[in-house]
């Protein structure tokens, strides 16, 4: 099971739980300094840098917490941080090619824009419920952020977010569907609720939404996902991470944390006992992610090794890693 995305290269690492510094327990860190003509010349020193104009912080905070509190003191109370930077401040996985160099903020459509460099403003009526004031920052919802990154992320990817933040109790399905069904004619609706469709809070890492995603834009029927194993006397053997309960197929992604001489025995144990019981393993990689028609090529032969074809070999969207 892959825990986070760096094991692969393609990814940020740790999912960016390294960003996620907004909870109860770590409040806003009250370092920026808002700049004016009177203490202008007190913070020009090499003590200091300057992450956006008329801010200054300690010189090595630079990480995107900082950076997005700096902000704040110099936007406008109804600037919310939105879309990429507001899914990464909630600590959710987001792909590699996916920046946070540029902060995204939200105002309302007309009036006072925000013109700064390395800042994107979008313009968007937000509902009171599409906000949340966390130590300070006011970030948009989990689920407007969901949505409104439907025009961004590819529907895997756009799945493996939506996952995490169930997973974590961030929003519920209900919440979701109430935002999307606001925001009708945004960019990115159809895909948004097909994300909503999709999501699955058992789900425990980003690949293995992606492969769950993955398969189902392939035609086959959706696994599910991390199942636990039991033998005829109802002893636990293994936690699968995509599993066919029927036709007894276990899908596991091989990361490089199974790479340890201590993991890869645990796993040659394991992969053992579910033979016996006679469990199919079908072992993804990195590669079969970047490259569908491997992963599809490996499930197909399980199929067909247990006598059975998916409901459609035709791929319902074109996938997009």
């Known amino acids: 099971m892959l825990t986070d ?28 300094i808002h700049i004016s003509r009177l203490n202008r010349d007190h913070y020009r020193n090499a003590q200091w840098w300057t992450p956006t104009h008329g801010v200054r912080l300690p010189l090595g905070m630079t990480s995107l917490p900082d950076r997005a509190a700096a902000l704040t003191l110099v936007t406008p109370p109804t600037t919310a941080l939105s879309e990429r930077t507001s899914a990464a401040l909630w600590g959710g996985p987001l792909p590699l090619e996916i920046p946070l160099e540029v902060l995204h903020v939200t105002l309302p459509p007309g009036g006072f824009h925000i013109q700064r460099p390395d800042v994107v403003c979008h313009r968007r009526s937000l509902s009171p419920e599409d906000i949340r004031d966390v130590d300070g920052l006011r970030l948009t919802s989990p689920e407007r952020t969901l949505v409104d990154l439907a025009g961004v992320l590819s529907l895997p990817h756009l799945v493996a977010l ?3 933040f169930l997973r974590r ?23 948004a609720r097909t994300a909503a469709m999709l999501l699955d809070a058992r789900s425990e890492s980003p690949r ?33 991470d995509l599993v066919y309960e029927d036709l007894r197929i276990v899908i596991e992604y091989d990361g490089s944390h199974h790479l340890t001489p201590g993991q890869q025995s645990k796993d040659a144990d394991r992969r053992l006992k579910l033979n016996v019981l006679d469990w199919l393993i079908v072992e993804v990689v990195s590669r079969d992610i970047r490259t569908p028609q491997r992963l599809y090529d490996k499930v197909l032969s399980a199929f067909a090794y247990r006598g059975a074809t998916p409901l459609t070999l035709r791929p319902r969207t074109r996938p997009r890693t």
Not at 169 to 191: A, C, E, F, W, Y
Not at 213 to 221: A, I, N, R
């Open 162 to 164: 939506g996952d995490d």
């Open 5 to 32: 995305w760096a094991s692969t290269g393609e990814h940020h690492t740790t999912t960016r739980r390294d960003l996620h510094l907004h909870s109860a327990h770590m409040p806003l860190h009250p370092s920026a």
């Open 169 to 191: 109790n961030l929003m519920t399905q209900r919440d979701l569907h109430n935002v999307v069904q606001q925001s009708r004619k945004q960019r990115g609706i159809p895909s």
């Open 208 to 240: 293995e939404s992606v492969t769950r995603v993955l398969l189902w834009q392939g035609g086959f029927p959706m696994p599910t996902p991390n199942v636990d194993i039991c033998d005829a006397s109802g002893n636990f053997v293994a936690r699968g």
